[in-house]
């Protein structure tokens, strides 16, 4: 009975949590080399392959019980899951976004100025006349106040966000000032 408790209770949990935290920093690590992360990618990367060498052994010392293989898989899902809502919070990077309107665009420059972020306007023509095209690139933590300051001031234009991996110059919304090894840890490089 001990050994049925352990083999269908305890070591599918233990599976499942090691299987969650494993597939979690597998999923932020992909994201993280996607941004240009270099130097916090293989930490997270030995930690993720040390916790799936561990587990995976368990599994392959002859356990052939059902709930393992569910754990196995249920965790996998969980920490793809989870790892898109860590990455999400942490929101690391940058962002452009591109605000397309036919609407007088001068009040919504004006807040997005006042708040601190860089605009480039171009005149362009859409398929139903003339448009405005309003760029800013900000920090992802940022967008959602951006957002805000669309809606509230031109609620009909169209906007698109996309990543963007590095930028020179520019005006950005300061931040609260991080410790110098978290800004270290997540500088991008490039390559020489």
């Known amino acids: ?22 597939v979690t920093l597998g ?15 293989p930490m997270l990367g030995f930690v993720e392959v040390l916790i799936w060498i561990i587990v995976v052994k368990q599994i392959l010392n002859g356990i052939n019980t059902w709930p393992c293989y569910i754990a196995w898989a249920g965790g996998f899902a969980a920490g793809n899951y989870v790892g898109l809502i860590i990455e999400e919070r942490i929101a690391l990077g940058m962002q452009i976004i591109r605000i397309i309107t036919n609407l007088d665009h001068a009040p919504l420059v004006e807040a997005l100025s006042k708040s601190n972020h860089g605009v480039t306007i171009l005149d362009a023509a859409g398929s139903k006349g003339p448009v ?3 760029f800013t690139i900000v920090k992802r933590e940022n ?14 234009a169209f906007y698109s966000v996309e990543d963007v991996k590095d930028t020179s110059m520019g005006v950005f919304r300061s931040r609260g000032e991080r410790n110098k090894f978290a800004r270290w840890l997540f500088s991008i490089r490039k390559a020489k």
Not at 10 to 17: A, H, M, S, T
Not at 27 to 41: D, E, L
Not at 150 to 156: G, L, Q
């Open 1 to 22: 009975m001990n050994d049925d408790l352990y083999n269908y209770l305890w070591l599918p949990i233990l599976i499942f949590f090691s299987r969650l935290f494993d």
């Open 27 to 41: 999923t932020i690590r992909h994201i993280f080399i996607a941004k240009g992360y270099k130097r916090i990618v």
């Open 132 to 134: 405005k095209l309003i």
């Open 143 to 156: 967008v959602q106040d951006i957002e805000d300051i669309i809606h509230e001031h031109n609620p009909s």
